[in-house]
């Protein structure tokens, strides 16, 4: 958690699932120290957080709401930021609790996420300019039963492999630990199907800065600019 006495408060979501903390983005976020309180947060059996018998987007949300209720006054404003899943567990958590919160989410950052599954373009993205390794690897984990080993084989060959500029050593400086069974259970349950287009109606008034990496083959440009445009701020 970074020192800001101030009311003004930014809670920040990683991306995942599995392979990721919130170390691994700090560099970028700890620009805005200076203006607004940064709460860092490791989700539930992620980086230094504790392991618990289930993980959805749904008890995410609901830890990050805990926190927010036993941390941050009541008359504070908060702005929430997601990179990747994190986009997914911010939605997630606006569509069970904007609600009670009184009106205290002033604004939203969302970097490379979308609102729905979008798995069809990632595969396609991947066909194109990638090793067969790579594109072989997506196509699995998408598929009905992706082996218990999905998720090295990401790390390996989508995240660290030919063409990349770091390895899973360097990663790991910066990620306490690897989840890889939480990463395959992702995948084998399907937690990636979502749709969170008319849930957005209910709070679609809160401004949105949406960043859109048009070069990022996991995530989907169009996709992108359509749930800015189910914003009324964005």
Known sequence: EAKY??????????GGPGIASHNIYRGFWDQ??????????DYRNHGNSDDYDEFSLKNVASDYFDYISKNINVDSDIYLAGVSLGGWVILEFLKNYNNKLNQNIKGIIICNSEHKTCSDTIINNFSQGYTKEAFETIKE????NP????????????VCGEGKSYTPEDIAKFVPRFNYELF???YQNKMYKIDYTDDIKMFNDIPL?????????EHDAKLGQELSSLYINA
């Open 147 to 158: 082996k218990s080993n999905i998720g090295k084989k990401y790390m390996e060959y989508c």
């Open 209 to 217: 800065l949406n960043i859109i990496g048009g070069k990022d083959p």
């Open 5 to 14: 006495d101030s009311n003004k408060h930014l809670i920040f979501f990683h």
């Open 184 to 186: 395959h259970n992702f």
């Open 32 to 41: 805005l120290n200076n203006k607004v309180h940064i709460h860092y947060l």
């Open 141 to 144: 984990m998408f598929s009905e």
